[in-house]
């Protein structure tokens, strides 16, 4: 079971899921893919973070597993952690090495894990850079990155080095990431894959096929499955 919904935190999103105890879905591996943020993970009592990914993460949680998470999105996340996002890149950190253990105690001991996570980061909370909120919207757009710099007043470099505070990976890594999302999404709806490689943004359907097999570790037809 898996659920999210809009935290009350801005460009966050908070998430819960329990792994099924029995049946098919509960020794099923979880192929997570990236997408732009970082989240900051209960899972059973310990508390971690997941730094941003720039390939699928395959994850086999034990039946009955429970999580419950705030995922930062427009890179919000360095700010609350207190470390840039290219220091957590592929990466699943314990908090405490980030946070005083007293805090995450709290957190990890808390009835209400997500009630807990989002008091604990609204107490560190620091306001997003507006310029990164317009780069992920951009690179969700499919905006080429040199418009985004020049819209942004940034040269390249700059806008290089803010990013990869901000997301962990420079502007066209990110655009690559969304476009991989957008992809499957397309996908999901049954569409044609010669389709969904126009629609998302792709030279061709072989560009499509090598950047979902390069970032996603499989075909995209055995990921749908």
Known sequence: ?????????????????????????????????????????????????????????????????????????????????????????????????????????AVAEALDPIGALTVAASRRWQDADRVMVALAGAARAGVPVGTVADRCGLSARQLQRRSNTAFGYGPKTLHRIFRLQRAVALARTGRPFALVSTEAGYADQAHLSREVRAMAGVPLGELLR
């Open 1 to 105: 079971m898996y659920r999210e919904w809009t935290s009350s935190l801005p460009h966050v999103v908070a998430w819960r899921s329990v792994t099924p105890r029995e049946g098919p879905a509960s020794s099923r591996p979880r192929r997570i893919l990236p997408d732009g943020c970082l989240d900051l993970i209960w899972q059973d009592g310990t508390v971690f973070v997941a730094g941003p990914d720039t390939t699928a993460q395959v994850t086999q949680p034990s039946p009955g597993s429970r999580f419950a998470a705030l995922r930062f999105g427009a890179g919000t996340g360095p700010g609350v952690l207190g470390v840039p996002a290219c220091e957590l890149v592929d990466q699943r950190v314990p908090l405490d090495t980030l946070w005083p253990a007293a805090a995450v105690r």
